[in-house]
């Protein structure tokens, strides 16, 4: 065994260091190949590099990490509990301490002895230094002047850092003759990025010679080794999203003639407002798009309430006056139920037939549509991931649209993203083996930087301004009872003067484990609260005709007050609500909290929305101020992003793998464009990637394409 060369391919168990238990322990972390361990990297440091006098300790702040030197005068060993050391120097002593210390370690500290420790340093309660579990720098120290810089690797239960240390370095030295280079030379000295093993040596055992300006940066994150792996992660999927895109130029579109003025002039005829000239603008691109010879590919986007629906309408009418057929999806019924209705409207006054599907209808309901749509009575189809079914079939699709994407599960992504690959499944009547146009709608502004990322295989479009008269909704940070109850009592007002409002709360039920006001808890306790007032309560866990009729009743006016969850964030419009309530507010995203807020003021009177909160966090407490200061959904996005990271754009909850592991955008958000660019050039050289110097480039470029995306789960 030990004379066969290890790969990165190998399983971790084969590097020295590393036996059976461990490498069982890091597969509990996701690391199972050699290879993982190299990626497995350090979230801080330690500089270890200078040797302190004890009477330097007592005026250090605690935390610095400090490396001593003494006599051991004092250990005192609590059988298999504690191990307290005591060594001198200059007459100051120090106490270190380990808990659950092993029998080895215990052997190592004998009175008299001469030790060097590392640690963070710590104060006890009387302020006196002291050191908990060190390193035991002794030998390290005898051989060099100082214990250089060692990583701190993320926690593995079970698993010591120092061993953490040795199975990594070991895979380390197997990298350094294998590891691949991805990123092409011509890319790396443009951008003046190390090459793949030097990175990994820089990141990993940082040399302790650095000049103190290259070990700040690396300390803080941004040194050239580690933006050389962010930008490699952000470029292969550049690569990756500008290989689909030029996929998709190659595809044939469903043919939609090129009438886009009398389109609009069609559509402006059955609207009720006039069109806004954003909307137009919108429009306008997306059925220039269709009239191309490849499908369109397009992600609308466009701040809650600033008229997407018209526009995707706009869409439906060119695809239907070229014979073809549109999807309009929807992540709840009750929004599907919504649009069904909105649409409706509109589509009988242009002669366009509209069908409605979700699992909540009766099934004849659903057979007479389904049959509809198989043989072409249907121009629209409004629904939910219903539509994804194997079981619809369409005479002619020529157009999908999916509203509020994010909110669609795993599976229906996936799903939806095959569409344009004409792999799903679908009977699609349509001759020539032509694929459908996609049209995504966002409501949840991302910013254009990150769109690329997330979305760069879609074209983007912007709705920049929202119809006229709408007046921003104004939003208050409630913390305390007195200010909570004056929240209460303007809900209270507005209801008195004939309004409606809403109250939304972080959670579905009572749930022991995690305390959060619960909508069903608070709508029971409202009752009694805001009588007289009509009170409904709404969530995804209600069987689906009672979250219509409760909708329903809230829209016909039947109910005063819709107590949800975010449920509501998407799809329920109605007009003369003009107050919402928080419950919990901290626990919402940024950007969802603008959405929500969106609820409110969708007409031309002044709209408030009250954030409670009881929690102490400063910076909870900025989030909140800042959406209480700022209207504009893209700066908010942008703030969001800023301050939480990539991980969790859409919302609070986000499952599924991370999208970027190393690339956190709130830092390296400017290096999106760079990407951008930079895998455009290499694509003009080569653009099958079929080059030598490319093959490592392809192969990660296929292994990006087969990882599946970030989403957020249908909310409750
Ligand atoms: P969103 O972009 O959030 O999906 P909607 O399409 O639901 O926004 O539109 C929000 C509200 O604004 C709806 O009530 C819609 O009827 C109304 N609306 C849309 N466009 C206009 C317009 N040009 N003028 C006036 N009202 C409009
Ligand atoms: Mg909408």
Redesign the pocket.
């Known amino acids: 065994m030990a004379s066969a060369v290890v790969g990165l391919d190998d399983p971790i168990e084969r590097l020295a260091g590393a036996g059976p238990v461990t490498a069982a322990r890091l597969a509990g972390r996701g690391l199972f190949q050699v290879r993982d361990l190299l990626t497995f990297f350090p979230r801080a440091y330690d500089d270890y590099r200078r040797v302190y006098a004890m009477a330097e300790l007592a005026g250090l702040p605690a935390g610095t990490p400090v490396v001593v030197r003494g006599t051991v005068v004092r250990v005192h060993k609590f059988f298999r509990r504690l191990l307290d050391v005591t060594i001198e120097d200059g007459g100051i002593r120090l106490r270190a301490r380990w808990f659950r210390p092993n029998a080895g370690m215990v052997k190592t500290y004998t009175r008299g002895a001469q030790v060097a420790l590392a640690g963070s340093l710590r104060r006890t309660e009387e302020g006196e230094p002291e050191l908990i579990h060190p390193s035991n720098v002794t030998a390290l120290l005898a051989e060099s002047a100082g214990a250089g810089i060692r990583p701190r690797y993320p926690k593995i239960e079970k698993v010591p850092g120092r061993t953490v240390e040795k199975v990594v370095g070991a895979a380390l030295a197997v990298a350094s003759r294998q590891a691949a280079e991805i990123l092409p030379a011509t890319v790396r000295e443009r951008l003046g990025l190390p090459g793949i093993a030097a990175a990994l040596a820089m990141v990993h055992r940082p040399p302790a010679h650095l000049p103190d300006v290259e070990i700040a940066t690396l300390f803080a994150g941004a040194s050239p080794a580690q933006r050389r792996f962010a930008f490699e992660e952000l470029f292969v999927l550049q690569v990756a999203l500008a290989v689909e895109r030029a996929r998709v130029r190659t595809e044939k579109g469903f043919p939609c003639g090129a009438e886009v003025a009398r389109t609009l002039g069609e559509v402006q005829a059955v609207l009720p407002?006039?069109?806004?000239l954003a909307?137009q603008r919108s429009a306008r691109r997306i059925c220039e798009a269709m009239a191309g010879e490849a499908p369109m590919q397009c992600l609308l986007q466009?701040d809650?309430?600033?008229?997407?629906?018209?526009v995707a309408f706009a869409a439906c009418v060119a695809i239907a006056r070229a014979g073809g057929q549109t999807l309009f999806m929807a992540p709840t019924a009750v929004l599907a139920e919504q649009h069904h209705r909105t649409l409706g409207a509109w589509a009988a006054n242009s002669g366009l037939r509209i069908g409605l599907l979700h699992s909540g209808l009766p099934a004849a309901e659903q057979r007479r549509v389904l049959a509809a749509a198989a043989v072409g009575g249907l121009d629209l189809i409004v629904g939910t991931h219903a539509l994804l079914e194997d079981r619809l079939r369409l005479a002619c699709l020529g157009l999908a649209i999916v509203d509020e994407q994010h909110r669609f599960g795993v599976r229906q992504r996936a799903r939806l993203r095959r569409l344009g690959g004409g792999e799903n499944g679908w009977q699609i009547g349509a001759p020539g083996g032509m694929v459908p146009h996609l049209l995504v709608l966002s409501?949840t502004p991302i910013p254009r930087t990150l769109a690329l990322t997330l979305y760069g295989d879609l074209e983007l479009v912007t709705l920049d301004a929202s119809?006229p008269g709408r007046k921003p909704v104004r939003t208050r940070v409630c913390r305390g009872v007195a200010a909570r109850e004056a929240a209460y009592q303007a809900l209270r007002q507005s209801l008195a003067s004939g309004g409606q409002g809403f109250v939304i709360c972080p959670a579905v039920a009572e749930d022991q484990g995690r305390p959060a006001t619960s909508a069903v808890a608070l709508g029971r306790s409202l009752r009694a609260n805001l009588a007289p007032a009509r009170i409904g309560v709404l969530h995804g866990q209600l069987a689906f005709a009672r979250q219509r009729e409760v909708a329903d009743a809230f829209r016909t006016g039947a109910l005063d007050v819709l107590v949800a969850t975010t449920i509501v964030e998407v799809g329920v419009?109605v007009?003369s609500a003009r107050v919402m309530v928080v419950e919990d507010a901290e626990r919402f995203g940024l950007a969802q909290l603008h959405q929500l807020r969106?609820r409110v003021g969708?007409d031309e009177e002044q709209a408030s929305c009250y954030l409670l909160t009881s929690s102490e966090d400063a910076e909870a407490l900025a989030r909140l101020d800042m959406l209480a200061t700022v209207a504009d959904g893209f700066r908010i996005a942008e703030e969001d992003l800023r301050r939480r990271g990539s991980g969790d754009v859409h919302g609070t909850r986000q499952a599924g793998q991370p999208e970027l592991r190393f690339a956190d955008l709130s830092v390296y958000l400017g290096m999106i464009e760079t990407a951008r660019q930079e895998a455009e050039a290499v694509l003009g050289v080569d653009p099958g990637l079929v080059l030598p110097a490319h093959a490592e480039l392809a192969r990660a470029v296929g292994e990006r394409m087969a990882r599946a995306r970030p989403v957020a789960e249908e909310a409750g």
Do not use: E
Request: aromatic share 6%; glycine share 22%.
């Open positions: 407002f006039a069109l806004t909307q466009g809650v309430g600033s008229g997407k629906t018209a409501a119809p419009d007009p969106g969708r």
